[in-house]
C-alpha cells in the first residue's frame, strides 16, 4: 500500500504565502512523477504543477511565477511553495504521485486525501 498524506493548508490573506507539503509513504519501490492538482468548489480537478523523476517540471499557467514545486528523493516528499496568493487560488489542493509498489510491477497514479487552502481577507 502507498499512501500520500498532505499538510500546510489553511488560511492566509491575499498576497500571502504557504508551503504545502506532501509526504509518500508505505511499500515504495520507485517514485516517478509527483505533483499538485487542486478543485476549486464547483469546478473541476485542474493540475498545478508536476515535476518528474529528475528537474523537469510543468506549470499551470495561472500560477507560473507564484508557485514553486520541489521535490526530496531521499525522503519522498513533495513541496509547494505558494506566493502572492490570490482569492482564486482557493481551493482543495491534492498531492498525487505515479508509484511502483515493491508489491507491484506497474507503475500506479495514487492521491492524497487534499488540504484546503482559502485565500481571503
Known amino acids: 500500500q502507498v499512501q500520500l498524506v498532505e499538510s500546510g493548508g489553511g488560511l492566509v490573506q491575499p498576497g500571502g504565502s504557504l508551503r504545502l507539503s506532501c509526504a509518500a509513504s508505505?511499500?515504495?519501490?520507485?517514485?516517478?512523477?509527483m505533483g499538485w492538482y487542486r478543485q476549486a468548489p464547483g469546478k473541476e480537478r485542474e493540475l498545478v504543477v508536476v515535476?518528474?523523476?529528475?528537474?523537469?517540471?510543468n506549470y499551470a499557467d495561472s500560477v507560473k511565477g507564484r508557485f514553486t514545486i520541489s521535490r526530496n528523493n531521499a525522503n519522498n516528499m513533495v513541496y509547494l511553495q505558494m506566493n502572492s496568493l490570490k482569492p482564486e487560488d482557493t481551493a482543495v489542493y491534492y498531492c498525487s504521485a505515479v508509484v511502483r509498489a515493491t508489491t507491484d510491477r506497474l507503475f500506479r497514479g495514487y492521491w492524497g486525501n487534499g488540504t484546503l487552502v482559502t485565500v481571503s481577507s
Open positions: 508505505g511499500s515504495i519501490f520507485s517514485i516517478r512523477a
Open positions: 515535476i518528474d523523476s529528475g528537474v523537469s517540471t
